[in-house]
Nanobody, 122 residues
């Protein structure tokens, strides 16, 4: 059974930083595309960033590129999201997702974590 467990969320002031992590169990991590999505209250789940098997990355151009960095550790079966210059509009539940192809749409991802809350105060 595949399990994804996120950690690292919390409350931070605008301009601050947070690092999210996601541990993956029950799946061959090195062959897995990993992604982060987020969902704010009343909004649809949106793509944040993804990283492929070889480390190729893709970011949401409109919202996070230049501020967030996704990385993976195949030895530890973890994926991380380093977030800096945080803004109140980054407030959301952040979800880790695992799949076989790199896309920006959530439907293609096969496994999801339960999410971790990130709140950015102004």
């Amino acid at each position: 059974q595949v399990q994804l467990v996120e950690s690292g969320g919390g409350l931070v002031q605008a301009g601050g930083s947070l690092r999210l992590s996601c541990a993956v169990f029950g799946r061959t991590f090195s062959r897995t595309v990993m992604a982060w999505f987020r969902q704010a209250p009343g909004k649809e789940r949106e793509f944040v960033a993804a990283i492929g098997r070889s480390g190729v990355t893709k970011y949401s151009e409109d919202t996070v590129k230049g501020r967030f960095t996704i990385s993976r550790d195949n030895a530890q079966n973890t994926v991380s999201l380093q977030m800096s210059s945080l803004r109140p509009e980054d407030t959301a539940i952040y979800y880790c997702a695992a799949g076989s192809v790199m896309r920006t749409t959530p439907e293609v991802y096969e496994s999801w974590g339960r999410g971790t809350q990130v709140t950015v105060s102004s």
